[in-house]
């Protein structure tokens, strides 16, 4: 298999006395879709917001295309890209402004190509000039998912991508997330509570409680290694073991 593309190790992060992630390891690589699963209060988006280099961790290391995040913050980030449900963009600008702002805060090339082009590979043209304020919840989130993509990252972190979409939207949004990653061999890391959602996104899946891996592999191995039906059950039965002391 190719190096990763991503690896953590040891990765802890403590507030105050509470430690929200405790001790994480895991690769991602090249071309893969990781997914990240967990109850509410997991860890997972405090594990994203150290990958963003958002806030420090306590302990551990995140390396990104073999390099130190610690040490290579700025080279790193310039190939990451992130978005989630809970982003706010700046309401009194288009569609397009917005999408054109973050070209120009990435100095990227071929502006008005780009934004062309993400607009329609989303099915957003129709709606380039409508107000951010206007946006139904479902536009937000495919504005929020074009902005990330619009700088062409290596790797991409999506925290809860589909929280409070209808599914119509989210099977769209699922079905262009695999052929975009397929195409542009993106990596991907995901995270929801969505067990049904992670069975079809993710080529593996991290299993965090508590802060705690508690099983990782693909949807089948972990069904199988914990003798329950779906991944439900098994959630089902994690999620009611109260944490270890
Ligand atoms: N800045 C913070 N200060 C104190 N506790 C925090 C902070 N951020 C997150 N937590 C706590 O860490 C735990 C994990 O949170 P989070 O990573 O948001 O979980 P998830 O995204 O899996 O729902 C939760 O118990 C949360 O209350
Ligand atoms: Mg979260």
Do not use: W
């Amino acid at each position: 298999m190719s190096k990763p593309i991503l690896e953590v190790r040891n990765l802890t992060k403590k507030f105050g006395d509470f430690t929200a992630v405790d001790n994480i390891s895991f690769d991602i690589h090249e071309g893969e879709i990781l997914g990240l699963l967990g109850p509410n209060g997991a860890g997972k988006t405090t594990t994203i917001h150290m990958l963003l280099g958002l806030i420090a961790p306590s302990a551990g290391s995140i390396h990104m295309f073999g390099l130190d995040l610690a040490e290579h913050r700025e080279e790193i980030l310039q190939q990451v890209n992130f978005s989630s449900t809970y982003i706010s963009m700046p309401f009194s600008l288009t569609v397009e402004e917005n999408l054109k702002v973050i070209a120009r805060l990435y100095s990227l090339q071929n502006i008005q190509q780009r934004v062309d082009a993400i607009l329609e590979k989303l099915e957003m043209s129709d709606i380039r000039s409508k107000l951010t304020r206007k946006l139904s919840t479902g536009q937000m989130s495919r504005l929020t998912l074009a902005k990330a993509l619009m700088t062409e990252p290596k790797i991409l972190f999506l925290d809860e991508p589909t929280a409070s979409l209808d599914p119509d939207i989210v099977h769209k949004i699922k079905a262009f997330l695999k052929e975009y990653q397929r195409n542009a061999g993106l990596s991907i890391l995901y995270t929801s509570h969505n067990m049904r959602e992670m069975e079809e996104m993710s080529n593996r899946i991290v299993f965090l409680q508590h802060g705690h891996i508690v099983a990782e592999g693909t949807a089948d191995q972990i069904v199988q290694r914990y003798g329950q039906r779906d991944l439900e059950e098994v959630f089902l039965k994690l999620a009611r073991e109260p944490k270890a002391q």
